[in-house]
């Protein structure tokens, strides 16, 4: 017998109110301090409604239900190429960080055509800094090379 | 005389300020991006608005917002196109028009049912905005006399009817609300000073940015959801071969329809959690009910069309009523409209009517030349439109990315935000494979702080009695109203079941 897909989700979001809950047990009141409402009582009520829906979602879940196919693979390397990204742009500064990104997260998302994707990766990187930089003067990442 | 004289004056103020060239630019680009982001599926007003926040921030308020109004406006008109073209509706609110519209282009009526989505928008965008202006003032009158007893109502009526109705699963869209008001607890407690959830990491002191926020769960949870749901980005070929116009009879077809789904949408519209969504489908009942042909409907009737892209469209004005006069948003859009204006630092509100006039009235006057500038570039140029259909999608995909990380980053300059971003983006992804909708967790970030701090004023001058919430009249009123959000479908569900 399996576990119906929103039953399991239940399980997980019970665990995380439970947890919000506790961490909001552990919020200090101040004493001497006049409130009628200290700083523990709106997370308490936000805590309990978590759990509440959480449980009630187990609850109502039925056996029917199914999950949309997700292709795990596809969305892990592009999750991770997202990170490494976020990583570079903190090493190598905007522009390196950037270009080389959009050419791997496009092939990784489906696209099968490099000399289309190299030069659409450049101009958007070019385009970006363009609107960033020089019409906006917002600063980019430098890295630590930069 | 004198309310209409005040009118006036109001207007004048407001063309004004929309009508300068700059402000006119803005307008533009706004409509011109809100069609182009309609077009393109996966692209909605939500995340686009969310993603150019950061971009915004030095900006004059009311140039940003003029923006804002044309992409919101814009994507109401651009979704129609591939929905009527190919049956690939680019925005939710579209989707009841692909029923007709695409039927109608298989019969070679294609032009027809752009047309009259066209048109049916300009006609509905243009008198929800005139509802707007005399609506929101009215509610604004109305509002002054409201205290934080009244606002805490209303707040937890907009954050309940959004929850309730986003979702399948009532429990999934409670969750998500309270997911939303969680994550707005983080920081220091402004009243006591107290760290809330902080878990000793310095950059969460300030509690999370709600464009941090907004952009995390829309834009780059939609990234990752469309990298693991589709392989190979599908480039249909559309393709229209009928002219762009209405003959005398879908004319005589259409007019009715138009005002039918304009009243529908601009109602539904006004109600916290309905929507553009809800408006269409609304009024494609509508249509149907009162058709004397309710056979024809599926097969290319073009009431099908012109009632619900006439309610997408009013609904988008209704929705900027509570926002504007009331500073409480009921949608996906709003909230992030809602979010711009803290990040201005401005509480939308009967206060703001009376102290940035100029804003809120170039706002609505920029709205009636958006639905201008709408219908007259989207009938010459739908062929254009519909080439972006061609622009691949895994580029662009990527390019939110991008978009996403360096809007954070300028925020404040740190990574620390950009890695918020990525954690809520893979949250946005596990909540959507799972049905959890995401706009009730946005509505709670942005209005969570708020609901606490009119929760503890009012618990402050009743001296700790929560029955104030009661005894007060029109706060009961609108607790009752909740209760009623709440109960009322389920009691309906009860008898279908039984």
């Given at each position: 017998m399996v576990m119906p897909p929103d039953r399991r989700l239940a399980a997980v979001l019970i665990v995380g109110s439970g947890a919000y809950l506790l961490g909001a047990f552990q919020i200090s009141v101040p004493e001497g301090q006049y409130a009628a409402v200290g700083p523990q009582l709106f997370p308490l009520l936000i805590g309990l409604g978590l759990l509440t829906s959480a449980v009630y979602m187990g609850v109502s879940a039925t056996a029917e239900a199914r999950l949309p196919a997700v292709q795990w693979g596809v969305a892990a390397s592009s999750a991770l190429a997202f990170l490494a990204y976020i990583a570079a742009l903190g090493l190598v500064g905007y522009l390196p960080a950037t270009a080389g990104f959009l050419v791997l997260e496009s092939r990784l998302l489906g696209s099968r055509d490099w000399a289309r994707d190299l030069t659409v990766s450049v101009a958007i990187t070019a385009s970006v800094y363009g609107v960033f930089r020089v019409l906006l003067g917002l600063s980019l990442p430098s890295g630590l090379l930069g | 005389m004198g309310a209409l004289a005040q009118l006036g004056d109001n207007l004048a103020l407001g063309f004004g300020a929309a009508l300068a060239p700059l402000n006119l630019l803005l307008g533009l680009v706004g409509v011109t991006l809100g069609t182009a982001i309609g077009v393109l599926p996966g692209i909605g007003p939500a995340l686009t608005i969310s993603l150019l926040l950061p971009l915004t921030f030095g900006m004059d308020p009311a140039g940003a917002f003029i923006l804002f109004g044309g992409i919101y406006y814009g994507a109401m008109y651009g979704g129609s196109t591939t929905s009527i073209l190919v049956r690939m509706p680019g925005e939710a609110s579209s989707v009841m028009t692909a029923l007709d519209g695409y039927e109608m282009t298989r019969q070679g009526r294609g032009g027809a049912a752009l047309a009259t989505a066209a048109i049916g928008s300009f006609v509905a965008g243009t008198f929800a905005t005139v509802m707007l202006m005399l609506t929101a003032p009215a509610l604004v009158e109305l509002a002054l006399g409201f205290g934080p007893t009244e606002y805490f109502a209303l707040m937890v009526l907009a954050l309940t009817a959004l929850g309730g109705m986003t979702s399948g699963a009532p429990a999934k869209g409670a969750f998500a609300t309270f997911l939303g008001l969680a994550i707005g607890t983080i920081g220091i407690d402004l009243q006591t000073g107290q760290a809330r959830f902080t878990f000793g990491v310095p950059g969460l002191l300030g509690g999370l940015n709600v464009v941090v926020v907004t952009v995390g769960l829309f834009a780059v949870g939609e990234v990752f959801w469309h990298a693991a749901t589709h392989r190979v980005s599908r480039e249909t070929p559309a393709r229209l071969d009928a002219p762009v116009r209405l003959t005398a009879d879908d004319w005589r077809r259409s007019v009715p329809a138009w005002c039918r789904g304009t009243l529908v949408g601009f109602f539904t519209g006004v109600l916290p959690g309905a929507g553009a969504t809800v408006a269409s489908f609304l009024a494609y009942a509508v249509e149907r009910r009162v058709s004397?042909?309710?056979?024809?409907f599926g097969h290319g009737a073009i009431e099908g069309v012109a009632g619900p892209e006439a309610a997408n469209n009013a609904s988008a004005g209704g929705s900027l009523v509570p926002l504007l006069a009331l500073g409480i948003p009921g949608s996906g859009t709003t909230a992030v409209m809602l979010a711009a204006f803290q990040m201005y630092g401005l509480q939308p509100g009967p206060l703001l009517f009376s102290q940035e006039s100029g804003l809120i009235w170039g706002l609505i006057a920029s709205l009636y030349v958006s639905n201008v500038l709408l219908l007259v570039l989207n009938l010459p140029l739908i062929r254009l439109w519909v080439r972006l259909l061609h622009v691949p999608r895994s580029l662009l995909f990527a390019a939110v990315l991008v978009f996403a990380t360096l809007g954070v980053y300028s925020l404040n300059n740190n990574l620390f935000d950009v890695a918020v971003v990525y954690v809520l983006g893979v949250l946005a992804f596990f909540m959507r494979r799972h049905g959890v909708p995401l706009a009730p967790t946005v509505l709670g970030v942005v209005l969570g702080p708020l609901l606490e701090q009119h929760f503890r004023r009012a618990m402050a001058i009743s001296g700790g009695d929560p029955g104030v919430f009661l005894t007060r009249p029109v706060s009961a009123a609108i607790l009752a109203l909740t209760v009623a959000v709440v109960l009322v479908p389920m009691l309906v569900r009860a008898r279908g079941a039984r």
């Amino acid at each position: 017998m399996v576990m119906p897909p929103d039953r399991r989700l239940a399980a997980v979001l019970i665990v995380g109110s439970g947890a919000y809950l506790l961490g909001a047990f552990q919020i200090s009141v101040p004493e001497g301090q006049y409130a009628a409402v200290g700083p523990q009582l709106f997370p308490l009520l936000i805590g309990l409604g978590l759990l509440t829906s959480a449980v009630y979602m187990g609850v109502s879940a039925t056996a029917e239900a199914r999950l949309p196919a997700v292709q795990w693979g596809v969305a892990a390397s592009s999750a991770l190429a997202f990170l490494a990204y976020i990583a570079a742009l903190g090493l190598v500064g905007y522009l390196p960080a950037t270009a080389g990104f959009l050419v791997l997260e496009s092939r990784l998302l489906g696209s099968r055509d490099w000399a289309r994707d190299l030069t659409v990766s450049v101009a958007i990187t070019a385009s970006v800094y363009g609107v960033f930089r020089v019409l906006l003067g917002l600063s980019l990442p430098s890295g630590l090379l930069g | 005389m004198g309310a209409l004289a005040q009118l006036g004056d109001n207007l004048a103020l407001g063309f004004g300020a929309a009508l300068a060239p700059l402000n006119l630019l803005l307008g533009l680009v706004g409509v011109t991006l809100g069609t182009a982001i309609g077009v393109l599926p996966g692209i909605g007003p939500a995340l686009t608005i969310s993603l150019l926040l950061p971009l915004t921030f030095g900006m004059d308020p009311a140039g940003a917002f003029i923006l804002f109004g044309g992409i919101y406006y814009g994507a109401m008109y651009g979704g129609s196109t591939t929905s009527i073209l190919v049956r690939m509706p680019g925005e939710a609110s579209s989707v009841m028009t692909a029923l007709d519209g695409y039927e109608m282009t298989r019969q070679g009526r294609g032009g027809a049912a752009l047309a009259t989505a066209a048109i049916g928008s300009f006609v509905a965008g243009t008198f929800a905005t005139v509802m707007l202006m005399l609506t929101a003032p009215a509610l604004v009158e109305l509002a002054l006399g409201f205290g934080p007893t009244e606002y805490f109502a209303l707040m937890v009526l907009a954050l309940t009817a959004l929850g309730g109705m986003t979702s399948g699963a009532p429990a999934k869209g409670a969750f998500a609300t309270f997911l939303g008001l969680a994550i707005g607890t983080i920081g220091i407690d402004l009243q006591t000073g107290q760290a809330r959830f902080t878990f000793g990491v310095p950059g969460l002191l300030g509690g999370l940015n709600v464009v941090v926020v907004t952009v995390g769960l829309f834009a780059v949870g939609e990234v990752f959801w469309h990298a693991a749901t589709h392989r190979v980005s599908r480039e249909t070929p559309a393709r229209l071969d009928a002219p762009v116009r209405l003959t005398a009879d879908d004319w005589r077809r259409s007019v009715p329809a138009w005002c039918r789904g304009t009243l529908v949408g601009f109602f539904t519209g006004v109600l916290p959690g309905a929507g553009a969504t809800v408006a269409s489908f609304l009024a494609y009942a509508v249509e149907r009910r009162v058709s004397k042909t309710p056979a024809a409907f599926g097969h290319g009737a073009i009431e099908g069309v012109a009632g619900p892209e006439a309610a997408n469209n009013a609904s988008a004005g209704g929705s900027l009523v509570p926002l504007l006069a009331l500073g409480i948003p009921g949608s996906g859009t709003t909230a992030v409209m809602l979010a711009a204006f803290q990040m201005y630092g401005l509480q939308p509100g009967p206060l703001l009517f009376s102290q940035e006039s100029g804003l809120i009235w170039g706002l609505i006057a920029s709205l009636y030349v958006s639905n201008v500038l709408l219908l007259v570039l989207n009938l010459p140029l739908i062929r254009l439109w519909v080439r972006l259909l061609h622009v691949p999608r895994s580029l662009l995909f990527a390019a939110v990315l991008v978009f996403a990380t360096l809007g954070v980053y300028s925020l404040n300059n740190n990574l620390f935000d950009v890695a918020v971003v990525y954690v809520l983006g893979v949250l946005a992804f596990f909540m959507r494979r799972h049905g959890v909708p995401l706009a009730p967790t946005v509505l709670g970030v942005v209005l969570g702080p708020l609901l606490e701090q009119h929760f503890r004023r009012a618990m402050a001058i009743s001296g700790g009695d929560p029955g104030v919430f009661l005894t007060r009249p029109v706060s009961a009123a609108i607790l009752a109203l909740t209760v009623a959000v709440v109960l009322v479908p389920m009691l309906v569900r009860a008898r279908g079941a039984r």
